[in-house]
């Protein structure tokens, strides 16, 4: 069974970092689109950052310059650097799947069939 799970979520005061993982259960998933997604309460699911076979990465304009995406295959993990935090940076922080595109990944939630359970972030001023 695929599965992805989530950790590393927290609480920081405005301008902290954390550092959220997301440990694959299969290697299968080193050759295909992974992301991280975020949902704050009363709002829809967005797309925060993706990488995709090559290792190309792109990034919602709102985190670009503070978040990374990495992923470290030997380990089946793939990580999201968040520095500079903000409190509208609060939200259920999602790792997501696409196992049917290794190039050009989606944004799309609809485009990512395997996700975590989530992990809590909240920033506060």
């Known amino acids: 069974q695929v599965q992805v799970e989530e950790s590393g979520g927290g609480s920081v005061q405005a301008g902290g970092s954390l550092r959220l993982s997301c440990v694959r259960s299969?290697?299968?998933?080193?050759?295909?689109?992974m992301a991280w997604f975020r949902q704050a309460p009363g709002k829809e699911r967005e797309a925060v950052a993706g990488?995709?076979?090559?290792?190309?990465?792109r990034y919602a304009e709102s985190v670009k310059g503070r978040f990374t995406i990495s992923r470290d295959n030997a380990k089946n993990t793939l990580y999201l650097q968040m520095n500079s935090l903000k409190p509208e940076d609060t939200a259920m922080y999602y790792c997501?799947?696409?196992?049917?595109?290794?190039?050009?990944?989606?944004?799309?939630?609809?485009?990512?069939?395997?996700w975590g359970q989530g992990t809590q972030v909240t920033v506060s001023s």
């Open positions: 997501a799947a696409d196992l049917s595109r290794r190039y050009s990944c989606r944004d799309k939630v609809s485009s990512f069939g395997y």
């Open positions: 990488i995709d076979s090559a290792g190309s990465t």
């Open positions: 299969r290697a299968t998933y080193d050759h295909y689109c």
